[in-house]
């Protein structure tokens, strides 16, 4: 995979503020990127950098192979999508989708060939006539999109697309967003803060924090073996316990607090296993209830439910596991004749060792 | 809550009276201006449209209008172009002083314009710059900016950042974009600038009085036709025919003015400054 | 950095127009004032001897004084004739029809504001409007002649003249009020007028000084109202500045004066603005 797009050591300050910390990313070609973080990590920044709109104080940012800088944003091959979809208010439809071919010297039959393409592509075919303003705002985010892809850019570049629209068209988008890319073959490079929403439609996401990336991987990595605490507590839910990590015999195995001990194998931490103080992470679904006339787990604690949250298909219980400070979360699929217990209720606890994810240093959980 | 329909109502009494205050002099001025009767008072003693029959042979006044629109023209044209100047920059940009700058650009809009007039005056005095029209211009032209200024802003500060960035994206030049996207969203604002400006200029009598020189614009003409007692019925006659302008002016400028909030798909509210 | 020097070079040919037309012109009239003329010759040794003769002279000192009540009466007037107008455009007139009536409010703005003047002095007349019409009805036997030539007269005309400036700012606050805190002062007891007092006119303060110095400033240096429709008892500074600079060939004694006035204005405008922090923080 060649990188398309290649930042390396990319610093940014505002003032004395600094927005970009160290950034080294390559994105390959055809791939569906994300940027995922808290609100003020430095999301825009980074793809406002990579579009040409804030130049860097450090570093450089390479796109096909050509150093961008100096490259002012109208010479660069990516087209943006913004926020605020920024649909330009006195122009059509098709005026819009059309403003960025004007310099491209096409006859006007093939321009409104392709501005029709564009707009067929997106779904709004025979909307070209309509006014901007007179737009939903699916609608609107769907011009943006045709406006940027009708110039058929090496990279698209979306901040937040989705993030203007309600709960079931923004679900719906992510979806036709996912299929258009798949279609067109473009890296999209795609800014969230919504960890969901980069899990379901990226090949590969980063994970931003205070200017800097903590970690590069595709959705099930990051999930599964999330390089810090801050990841996995970010992405999805995690229950942090301390403990110890031995070397023995068979290799190492975890000693944690109110738990007990389980053997760990090498890929359950990120860094190369040493014994010594640790924290470990465990995700609420690798921890489950066990019911009164089930068989002992292996792995079980005993504990009571101090809280619980019923969505439905699932309940969420907090458990407060003898001998453990903070309670922790478990996820319990609802099935049809299994109980759902209340608050104060005793629990006995399982849990899959192989889940266990080690993360080096005792923390305060 | 009939409280406060009540009180509505007894404002709305108010505001009607109010009105009435307000337009009592503007109402009269058609009456009396076809009015026969030099003495302007009630009873009316008949119709007549003798004054402005009178107005087409004074060569003073079509002179005076003459200078008058002339300067009005240029005044509305230079002070809409500091004013886009200063508003694009008070809007876009951050730059050292701004506020500073800024507000000593505004300040002709709460200094008295007699101080205006006679420091103009002392200046173009000792740097022996002869009153004409085009002092008349400097001084319009600095007192009309501020005003300018007001308008463009609201229309500059409506603008969201990334259509111009969008339009650089799409691969425009910051010209480009400032041509094709900035300046066709700002012109309502841009055109009821120059009315407003035009219609200030036309009005304005104090530094005109001071810095005209031998071309007396259309107020300083006024001014000296109003010691003329014989004269008053043919003021009226033309202050009915200038009140009709101004009024068609500023309905002009108001139209373009939604028109441009209409375009964007905003929402109306308010008017001017 | 990049963006600053733009701004700058942008806003740079309006800032220089304002620094040769204002600042500049500004600085002479105040060395000016130092000067003397006699005739047509000007002393240019600086002294103080206009300012002297300013203080000394109780015709100055008068007028100023005058100028500065007249002006205060004026805006006092202005303001509390224009806060009921709009509020009412603010609170009762349906959001669709605002537009209207403060594009009713502005119009007689923008017609020639000499003929306006004149029109008052028509109005109020020995022989004007309102006598002649009381007379017809009957309400009177004889005209009044309270209301022309006086300063009466100056206060009707300039309330009127400035009416639109001392509605447009307070119209702009209390639209920026949200609607929702007087639904909350109520709900915690307050009835409609003490909601007013303790929530409406607190929030609409702002708007109310802008009134106070946008009608305050201008009419200090009124020139036309004074001369047309004040007689003899209605003067002001202007029209002395005005005496002075054209009539009298003083023009260092006019600039004296001319200098004079702003500074009374400017402290004026400070003090009151000084005032209005205090009352607010008061408040709060
Ligand atoms: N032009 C600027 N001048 C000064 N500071 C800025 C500027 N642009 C961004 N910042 C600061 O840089 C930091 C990162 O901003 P950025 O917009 O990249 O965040 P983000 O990750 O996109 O956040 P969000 O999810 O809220 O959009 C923020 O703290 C922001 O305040
Ligand atoms: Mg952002």
Known sequence: MSALIALSGAQKYFGAYHALRDIDLEIGEGEFFSLLGPSGCGKTTLLRAIAGFEALDGGSVHIDGHDMAGVPANRRPTNMVFQSYAIFPHLSVAENVAFGLRKRGLDAKTQAEKVGGALEMVGLGGYGARAAHALSGGQRQRVALARALVLEPKVLLLDEPLSALDRKMREQMQGELRRLQRHVGITFILVTHDQEEALIMSDRIAVMFDGGITQIDSPEGLYRRPASREVGAFIGQMNFLSGQVRSGSEGFVAQIHGLGHAPLAADQSAEPLVAGQATFGMRPESLSLVFDGQARAASEAAGRVADRAY??????????????????????????????????????????????????????? | MAGVRGQGHGLRVYAVLYLVFLYAPIVLLPIFAFNDSTIIAFPLSGFTTQWFVELADVPALHSAVLTSLKIAVITALISTLLGICAARAATRYRFPAKAGIMGVIMVPLVLPEIIVAVSLLVVFLQIGLELSSLTVILGHVLICTPFCIAILNGSFQSLDVSLEEAAVDLGESGWGAFRLVILPLVMPGIVASLLIAFTISMDEFIIAFFLSGSDPTLPVYLWGQLRFP???????????????????????????????????????????? | MKDSARGLALVSPTALYALAMLVAPMAAIVLFSFWTQDYLTLDTTLTFDNYREAVTDPIYGQLMVRSLYISGIVTAVTVVLAFPIAYYISFHVAPERKALWIFLVTIPFWTSYLIRVFLWKVILGFNGVLNT?????????????????????????????????????????????????????????????????????????????????IVFIPTVGDYITPRLVGGPGGLMIANMIQTQFLRLNNAPMGATLAVLAMVCVTVIALVFLWLNRRFLRGRN
């Not at chain 1, 266990?356 to 923390?363: E, K, N, R, W, Y």
């Not at chain 2, 101004?246 to 909030?261: C, K, N």
């Not at chain 3, 003249?161 to 307050?190: C, H, K, N, T, Y």
């Open chain 1, 311 to 365: 969505y439905g298909d699932m309940t969420y219980y907090e458990v407060a596991l003898d001998g453990v400070a903070e309670p922790v979360t478990l996820s319990m699929k609802n099935m049809v004749g299994q109980p759902v217990l209340s608050v104060g209720d005793a629990a006995r606890v399982a849990w899959d060792p192989r889940a266990l994810i080690v993360f080096s240093g005792a923390g305060d959980a």
């Open chain 2, 230 to 273: 014989q004269r008053l019925p043919v003021v009226m006659a033309l202050g009915t025919i200038l009140v009709v302008a101004s009024i068609l002016i500023i309905i002009l400028a108001e139209w373009f003015r939604r028109r441009g909030v209409a375009k964007r798909g905003g929402s109306d509210s308010g008017g001017f400054l």
């Open chain 3, 133 to 213: 019409s009381l007379l017809g009805l009957g309400i009177i036997d004889a005209p009044l002649t309270f209301i022309l030539y006086n300063l009466n007269a100056v206060v009707i005309t300039l309330a009127h003249a400035f009416a639109p400036f001392a509605i447009l700012p307070i119209f702009v606050v209390l639209e920026r009020i949200d609607r929702s805190l007087l639904e909350a002062a109520q709900d915690l007891g307050e009835t409609a007028l003490t909601t007013f007092w303790r929530v409406t006119l607190p929030l609409a303060m702002p708007g109310v000084i802008a009134a106070v110095l």
